[in-house]
């Protein structure tokens, strides 16, 4: 008897408060990992939650950037048939990169898996956070921006009505109060 799920599991994203307004980011899947830093100069986790959203609609990629101070790492997503593609690029400095192409950047990050399970990671990552810090824990670290309560719900609203995902669902107990 398993509980494994299969490929369903093959994604994680992990979603850590590092400090005074930056946050990392751990990504892991089979074959590799990576880690991004964010700070709050950008509303990185609100970003990465909205963006993935954007892709349940008539859009079929969505950009946005993490500063890394004074990297800028680059995410770009895109939609093909049933699979969300990952693209991290890593650019030394944020204050001239905005302006360059994709292919002037380091690739650090390349994935493709089906929605759900793209998705289900994301919204796991913005779970365990509000989880783990609460509502004002994760203000006061974070500081700049409040948890995307509202883009959170959105994208768990889209992914139970159009994926179809085995995992589970819990709601974390902080979401509920206030
Ligand atoms: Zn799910």
């Given amino acids: 008897m398993s509980m494994d799920q299969g490929p369903a599991r093959a994604l994680q994203l992990k ?4 400090g005074h307004g930056w946050a990392r980011c751990d990504l892991t899947d089979d074959s590799q990992t990576a880690s991004v830093i964010a ?7 609100a970003d990465l939650v909205a963006s993935t959203g954007e892709l349940y609609g008539q859009q079929h990629s969505a950009r946005f950037f993490f500063d890394a101070e004074p990297q800028e790492l680059r995410w770009v997503l895109s939609a093909v048939d049933d699979a969300i593609s990952v693209t991290i690029y890593k650019f030394p400095d944020v204050g001239v990169s905005p302006d360059l192409p994709d292919s002037s950047g380091t690739v650090i990050w390349q994935s493709t898996h089906p929605r759900q399970v ?3 990671a994301v919204l796991d990552a913005a779970d365990n956070v509000l989880r783990e810090h609460g509502e004002a824990g994760y203000h006061a670290k974070w500081s700049m921006h409040q948890y995307p309560f509202g883009l959170v719900a959105d994208l ?3 992914h139970m009505r159009d994926d179809v995902c085995a995992l589970s669902h819990e709601l974390p107990c902080a979401q509920a109060r206030e």
């Fill in 39 to 45: 700070s709050y100069c950008t509303d990185a986790l």
């Fill in 156 to 158: 768990r609203r889209l």
């Fill in 15 to 18: 979603w850590e408060l590092v």
């Fill in 118 to 120: 793209f998705v289900h």
